[in-house]
């Protein structure tokens, strides 16, 4: 019968419709400091994804509503561009982006030090330039370079990556295929340094095995991550990286 | 991170940047200074910067920040607003100062704060006091505050402040020297530039040629020979 079911997406030799095995990444390239009029930017090509981070502040926050009198509040706004797809995206929020606004500064707040800014606001604009899966976790991934760029105190720095399924396959960081045909997908975002879970969700079913392998995949492809923005942030800052 | 050594630095590299997260070893009785927080695992940096470490302090010095206000921080702030007995001034920090009439440029009648101060108008002032919320008043009761009515501002990263002009003022004297300008510098990232308009306007591109290189620590000494070169 036809279905999404039917797609083959991983042979039995383990290989992916783009020759990657189970447990690969899509290619990384990260770079800090691109846009200079803001405070701290980045910019994060994951595989088919093109996104750009910049932070602004902290500055006063307005409307005095939103202010918070024992910390900061990070206004994150998360945006696909209407030439990001190939389907043209109407311009403004919607609710996928409110809600990606929002997980992203959850997940960003556990790690900001926002109480040393009492009242005030750090605005972080993350803008999908192109979009093939997983612009989320390269969101989240580009706000916390443009977060340290920006020298806005953090404990740690976040780094999301997104595991799944395929024809019964717990794979790492799924394309656009595996992700439209995919059973799975579970994007999570980990302290680089201590390994702190800050962000979890899940689309599909897992098995507990299948969890526990999506989770491994995802904590193992954190480190080389890591090393790309500890090296974007040198290269932008001076550093011999 | 099996290629960073104990200091969150990097094995083999000559700059050791610490970035957010990084370990940075035991505390061994000394003081935290900027950048650095204990955690049950140690020490971890919490900012982009240099670590500087002795005996009695550690700290990351940050190669980008925003300028956080402190008392007796000599500021150049400008008026974004106007009360019936106090002002509210811009000084570069991530919330406005207040300036109440009794520690203004001059006396006025209740209402009466636009007469003597405007919105737009640039004063030199020194931070007087700030609190618990970063909140901060300012004064310009003292010596050499007063309103700027001539000359131009211009700003600089605050991190470059200390790195700049930190050795005695060297570098300073020799930027005046080579201008023959008037340069007042404040803390919080802004330096007055009074004298002739093509001084000025030497003044001000050197200071555009640093700001495009403010990111870039390594770039000290080529920031310290734009401002004291005789031509710029």
Same mark, same amino acid.
């Given at each position: 019968?036809?279905?999404?079911?039917?797609?083959?997406?991983?042979?039995?030799?383990?290989?992916?419709?783009?020759?990657?095995?189970?447990?690969?990444?899509?290619?990384?390239?990260?770079?800090?400091?691109?846009?200079?009029?803001?405070?701290?930017?980045?910019?994060?090509?994951?595989?088919?994804?093109?996104?750009?981070?910049?932070?602004?502040?902290?500055?006063?926050?307005?409307?005095?509503?939103?202010?918070?009198?024992?910390?900061?509040?990070?206004?994150?706004?998360?945006?696909?561009?209407?030439?990001?797809?190939?389907?043209?995206?109407?311009?403004?929020?919607?609710?996928?982006?409110?809600?990606?606004?929002?997980?992203?500064?959850?997940?960003?707040?556990?790690?900001?030090?926002?109480?040393?800014?009492?009242?005030?606001?750090?605005?972080?604009?993350?803008?999908?330039?192109?979009? =093939?899966?997983?612009?989320?976790?390269?969101?989240?991934?580009?706000?916390?370079?443009?977060?340290?760029?920006?020298?806005?105190?953090?404990?740690?720095?976040?780094?999301?990556?997104?595991?799944?399924?395929?024809?019964?396959?717990?794979?790492?960081?799924?394309?656009?295929? =595996?992700?439209?045909?995919?059973?799975?997908?579970?994007?999570?975002?980990?302290?680089?340094?201590?390994?702190?879970?800050?962000?979890?969700?899940?689309?599909?079913?897992?098995?507990?095995? =299948?969890?526990?392998?999506?989770?491994?995949?995802?904590?193992?492809?954190?480190?080389?991550?890591?090393?790309?923005?500890?090296?974007?942030?040198?290269?932008?800052?001076?550093?011999?990286? | 991170?099996?290629?960073?050594?104990?200091?969150?630095?990097?094995?083999?590299?000559?700059?050791?940047?610490?970035?957010?997260?990084?370990?940075?070893?035991?505390?061994?009785?000394?003081?935290?200074?900027?950048?650095?927080?204990?955690?049950?695992?140690?020490?971890?940096?919490?900012?982009?910067?240099?670590?500087?470490?002795?005996?009695?302090?550690?700290?990351?010095?940050?190669?980008?920040?925003?300028?956080?206000?402190?008392?007796?921080?000599?500021?150049?702030?400008?008026?974004?607003?106007?009360?019936?007995?106090?002002?509210?001034?811009?000084?570069?920090?991530?919330?406005?100062?207040?300036?109440?009439?009794?520690?203004?440029?001059?006396?006025?009648?209740?209402?009466?704060?636009?007469?003597?101060?405007?919105?737009?108008?640039?004063?030199?002032?020194?931070?007087?006091?700030?609190?618990?919320?970063?909140?901060?008043?300012?004064?310009?009761?003292?010596?050499?505050?007063?309103?700027?009515?001539?000359?131009?501002?211009?700003?600089?990263?605050?991190?470059?402040?200390?790195?700049?002009?930190?050795?005695?003022?060297?570098?300073?004297?020799?930027?005046?020297?080579?201008?023959?300008?008037?340069?007042?510098?404040?803390?919080?990232?802004?330096?007055?530039?009074?004298?002739?308009?093509?001084?000025?306007?030497?003044?001000?591109?050197?200071?555009?040629?640093?700001?495009?290189?403010?990111?870039?620590?390594?770039?000290?000494?080529?920031?310290?020979?734009?401002?004291?070169? =005789?031509?710029?």
């Amino acid at each position: 019968m036809g279905g999404y079911g039917d797609v083959q997406m991983i042979d039995e030799n383990g290989i992916r419709v783009d020759g990657r095995t189970a447990g690969d990444i899509r290619p990384v390239e990260i770079r800090a400091g691109v846009i200079p009029v803001a405070d701290g930017s980045a910019e994060v090509i994951w595989g088919g994804n093109h996104v750009v981070a910049a932070v602004y502040g902290p500055m006063e926050a307005h409307p005095r509503k939103i202010q918070k009198q024992d910390r900061a509040v990070l206004d994150v706004r998360y945006n696909m561009a209407p030439f990001s797809t190939t389907d043209r995206i109407r311009p403004g929020f919607n609710r996928r982006s409110r809600e990606i606004s929002k997980v992203t500064a959850e997940a960003l707040e556990t790690v900001v030090l926002t109480e040393l800014y009492p009242r005030s606001k750090i605005r972080v604009e993350i803008e999908v330039l192109t979009a =093939e899966a997983g612009t989320r976790c390269a969101g989240i991934t580009a706000a916390s370079v443009a977060l340290a760029d920006a020298g806005i105190p953090m404990t740690d720095m976040v780094i999301s990556v997104a595991s799944g399924k395929i024809n019964g396959t717990v794979v790492c960081d799924l394309n656009k295929e =595996e992700d439209n045909y995919g059973e799975a997908d579970l994007p999570m975002g980990i302290c680089a340094n201590s390994g702190d879970l800050v962000f979890l969700q899940m689309d599909g079913d897992l098995s507990p095995e =299948e969890f526990q392998q999506a989770w491994d995949y995802n904590m193992e492809s954190i480190a080389p991550v890591h090393e790309l923005m500890i090296d974007a942030l040198e290269k932008a800052n001076g550093g011999d990286s | 991170m099996s290629d960073q050594n104990a200091h969150g630095g990097r094995d083999g590299r000559g700059t050791r940047l610490a970035t957010p997260g990084a370990m940075l070893g035991a505390r061994e009785g000394r003081r935290l200074g900027h950048g650095v927080v204990e955690t049950d695992s140690g020490l971890i940096a919490t900012k982009v910067g240099v670590i500087h470490s002795d005996e009695k302090l550690i700290s990351v010095l940050p190669t980008h920040t925003r300028y956080t206000p402190r008392p007796d921080d000599l500021g150049i702030g400008v008026v974004e607003a106007v009360q019936s007995n106090l002002w509210f001034l811009d000084i570069n920090a991530p919330f406005n100062a207040l300036l109440p009439m009794s520690l203004g440029p001059g006396k006025a009648e209740f209402g009466g704060a636009r007469n003597v101060l405007n919105v737009g108008q640039t004063v030199l002032c020194r931070i007087q006091e700030v609190d618990e919320t970063h909140s901060s008043v300012v004064t310009m009761k003292g010596l050499g505050l007063r309103r700027v009515d001539s000359g131009l501002v211009e700003s600089l990263p605050p991190h470059l402040m200390q790195t700049l002009f930190s050795d005695g003022g060297s570098a300073l004297k020799a930027l005046k020297a080579s201008t023959q300008c008037r340069v007042v510098l404040a803390e919080n990232g802004r330096m007055w530039i009074d004298g002739s308009s093509d001084s000025i306007t030497d003044v001000v591109a050197r200071i555009a040629r640093i700001r495009s290189m403010a990111r870039d620590i390594s770039n000290r000494d080529d920031m310290l020979a734009i401002l004291s070169k =005789e031509v710029a």
